[in-house]
């Protein structure tokens, strides 16, 4: 077994990493402009779609953040995935139809149709400052995690992170972006079956004794309680709810997942894409968790100390330090680009939204030629943007990683997601009373992240319902008795449910 990075693994990192660059701008073909560079060009079959979907939810944060979590604690996160089984069908049911029947250029297109253009400027600035957010995480992670097993430099690792996502994002557009995702989420689930396997024959005693030790000692289940009837503490109810909410969410009102579903304009596609996304992301958490059990029985069958430090960092230690030399490598290349690959998402969907739902809204005459390259340049500054906040983070104390990013998905998608599901769940919810029910529903949501202790979890929970009673009170009171009938047809789940009848 390797010890470190060897010669062979910096060639394997480094020629994977020039092979997705290269298929990031071969898959192309030829320049992508408008509508092509936006949502693709329609040869891209669902499966793939599907695959990133599943690759731009979890990428590096699985490869660490959930193996650490098990290795160092329980499978306690392990029930946000449950929340999957809220999140699917209700997509499928309540949203997916009304997406595919208003054949939507952006997410936030509907909030302009549904209530006004000032909704939807509002619902993709927010997104925008979310995206960064995300964005530096994705890089912050796996850039810690190789920094301290290759002993490359941090800033070094991001910034090469960052040129690479750059380009192929900015010259393929989403096509680019989707099947460079499809590698590298092939490359992830790939990764850490193998890392598993190994795992299991390097345990006396294999599966049976992984199961054996976590139940005698107590990693499978935690000491939280299951249901707590004051919602804003923890509990395993609350962290499956939020979680639920919280990636229904982003399957409905985040632009990188909404891009997706417009890609096609087949609501079975669309429906075949998220069952197949819940499969994969249910069933690869589950992957990692048991891979940071396995990592706990097999360090403690080792003898000596259990690694301690940073529980992010335990799974990528082990790829390093007892791995076979290539093996080693691929695997970092699979986490190193993992990273990537939502980056450069990322970079697609803000350009996108900020050049559709905010440039063009306010300047309607611009050319395919003029919105395609303002996309480039804008993924060009927000690349920048993420990179310097990655930077940041890398030379800062958030705890985990996986905590800190649902706390502020729950923060900032929730605010968004109450707004969609309000517009697309009412009949009488107006333009008025969505932007006070937004503004309220923001100031609640800076009050509970800022000034309380409620758990992370509740975030979305809570800004569901004040998005809900705000936006629907504020409806009421401010209501014109002629909007009804004055307002386009088919924005609502009821609507769509009349015209099929």
Do not use: C, H
Not at 32 to 38: I, L, Q, S, T
């Amino acid at each position: 077994m390797a010890g470190k990075f060897a010669f062979i693994d910096y060639v394997i990192l480094f020629a994977y990493l020039l092979f997705i660059l290269y298929i990031g701008i071969a898959v192309a073909k030829k320049e992508m402009k408008g509508k092509e560079f936006f949502k693709g060009d329609g040869t891209i079959p669902w499966w793939v779609t599907s695959v990133s979907l599943f690759a731009t939810l979890l990428s590096p944060i699985s490869f660490l953040s959930l193996a650490g979590n098990s290795y160092a604690g329980t499978w306690e996160l392990w029930v946000a995935q449950l929340g999957l089984f809220i999140a699917v069908p209700a997509a499928i049911y309540f949203f997916l139809p009304v997406y595919r029947k208003l054949n939507l250029d952006t997410a936030y297109e509907y909030l302009e149709r549904r209530f006004d253009k000032r909704m939807r400027i509002l619902g993709s600035l927010l997104f925008i400052v979310y995206q960064i957010g995300r964005m530096s995480i994705i890089m912050y992670l796996p850039a810690i995690a190789l920094a301290a097993v290759t002993g490359i430099n941090t800033v070094v690792i991001i910034l090469f992170m960052g040129v690479i996502a750059t380009i192929y994002s900015s010259f393929g557009g989403l096509k680019s972006v989707l099947w460079t995702d499809f590698i590298q989420g092939v490359v992830l689930i790939g990764g850490g079956l193998f890392a598993l396997i190994v795992l299991l024959f390097s345990i006396n005693g294999g599966l049976g004794e992984v199961i054996s030790v976590g139940t005698s000692d107590q990693k499978f289940f935690s000491d939280v309680a299951i249901f707590d009837a004051n919602l804003v503490n923890n509990s395993l109810f609350i962290i499956f709810l939020g979680a639920g909410f919280s990636t229904l969410f982003s399957y409905i009102s985040s632009q990188d997942m909404v891009q997706r579903y417009l890609s096609t304009d087949d609501l079975k596609e669309m429906n075949k894409m998220t069952y197949l996304n819940g499969f994969l992301s249910l069933g690869t958490a589950t992957l990692f968790f048991l891979i940071g059990t396995s990592l706990y029985v097999f360090y403690l069958q080792k003898g000596g100390v259990l690694p301690t430090g940073k529980s992010d960092l335990i799974f990528a230690n082990f790829i390093v330090s007892e791995l076979p030399a290539g093996v080693s490598g691929l695997l970092i290349a699979g986490l190193f680009a993992a990273g990537q690959s939502t980056l450069s998402t990322g970079l697609n969907s803000v350009a996108t939204s900020w050049t559709l739902d905010i440039q063009k809204v306010l300047r309607k005459d611009m050319s395919d030629e003029k919105s395609t390259k303002m996309a480039r340049t804008v993924s060009a500054v927000v690349g920048i943007f993420s990179i310097a906040f990655a930077i940041v983070l890398a030379y800062s104390d958030v705890g985990s990683a996986y905590s800190w990013f649902n706390g502020l998905m729950g923060l900032a998608l929730g605010i968004i997601g109450g707004t969609f599901t309000l517009g697309i769940m009412t009949k009488k919810a107006n333009s008025k009373g969505a932007m006070l029910g937004f503004i309220a529903t923001t100031a609640v949501a800076i009050y509970i992240s800022y000034f309380t202790d409620i758990t992370l979890w509740a975030y979305s929970v809570i800004n569901l319902v004040a998005s809900i009673v705000f936006g629907y009170g504020f409806s009421l009171l401010f209501a014109k008795k002629d909007e009804e009938e004055d307002g386009e047809e088919g924005l609502t789940f009821f609507d769509y449910n009349k015209s099929t009848l």
